[in-house]
């Protein structure tokens, strides 16, 4: 029964934390969720009003790694890995990234694949495109093992 649950939990956790791009280049990119988080949603490409470049580096830092926003607000994110491993950037509460992160660590070779990530290979860019909805104190961090207990951490001040 242990060992039957254990298979369900991880089936069911890969597909939550899906993280990367397909592996099958023909498929179409899926809708974007609607579903709200504490710290936003899915940001509509029509209503930019911001881009925010962000640079990763090997040096375990975000160049910028602090921002003021407004509620309301929606950001496109690029994203840019100038570091020569693999960098991510999740968006989140403070809280959910420490689970995300001691999760990431038990199991190093979860993908994701949420509208509030971006994994990205070393010399390439990736894109969030992001709709901060409430005020309130917001974090990105690289959850790769070891890179957010680093201090590969962000800080995202959304006021109203």
Known sequence: MCRGLLVILSLIAGSVWAHGDSKDPGMSAQPISAEEKA?????????????????MSDEMEYLPNGLRLKAGDTVKFVVRNSGR??????????EELKEHS???????????????????????TETILWQFTRA?????????????????????????
């Open 102 to 124: 001691e999760l990431m660590r038990k199991h190093p070779q979860m993908e994701h694949d949420e509208p509030y990530m971006a994994h990205v290979a070393p010399g390439r």
């Open 39 to 55: 710290f936003g949603r899915p940001g509509d490409p029509r209503k930019i009003l911001r881009t925010i470049h962000i640079d």
């Open 85 to 94: 491993i693999m960098h991510e950037l999740v968006l989140g509460t403070m």
């Open 136 to 160: 309130g104190e917001f974090y990105y961090g690289c959850l790769i093992p070891g890179h957010f207990e680093a201090g590969m951490i962000g800080k995202v001040k959304v006021t109203q």
